[in-house]
Nanobody, 114 residues
Framework: QVQLVESGGGLVQPGGSLRLSCAASGSIFGIGRMGWFRQAPGKEREFAASITSRGSTNYADSVKDRFTISRDNGKNTVYLQMNSLKPEDTAVYFC????????WGEGTLVTVSS
């Protein structure tokens, strides 16, 4: 079992920045890819970014060049630095980790509004 706890969400003005964190605990030895999905109000959950244990990254086109995913394997934590935020980035952001199964956090709300 892997437990994931997200933090760092909140209210930010358009053009602002936030950094999300996701700390993993439990059976962490076999964790491979980690990343983030997001779900806007009334929409389906969509992929945002991911990173392998070796640091290879992948981004959705909608966040590329604005968001940066990183990982501290020593702290078992993945981060999502979000810059130049737009109102359409408003969503609940869910962290995930792949081990034997895919594990999900409970999500953290990001609201981009003036």
């Amino acid at each position: 079992q892997v437990q994931l706890v997200e933090s760092g969400g909140g209210l930010v003005q358009p053009g602002g920045s936030l950094r999300l964190s996701c700390a993993a605990s439990g059976s962490i030895f076999g964790i491979g890819r980690m990343g983030w999905f997001r779900q806007a109000p009334g929409k389906e959950r969509e992929f945002a970014a991911s990173i392998t244990s070796r640091g290879s990254t992948n981004y959705a086109d909608s966040v590329k060049d604005r968001f940066t995913i990183s990982r501290d394997n020593g702290k078992n934590t993945v981060y999502l630095q979000m810059n130049s935020l737009k109102p359409e980035d408003t969503a609940v952001y869910f962290c995930y980790a792949t081990e034997r199964y895919v594990y999900w956090g409970e999500g953290t709300l990001v609201t981009v509004s003036s």
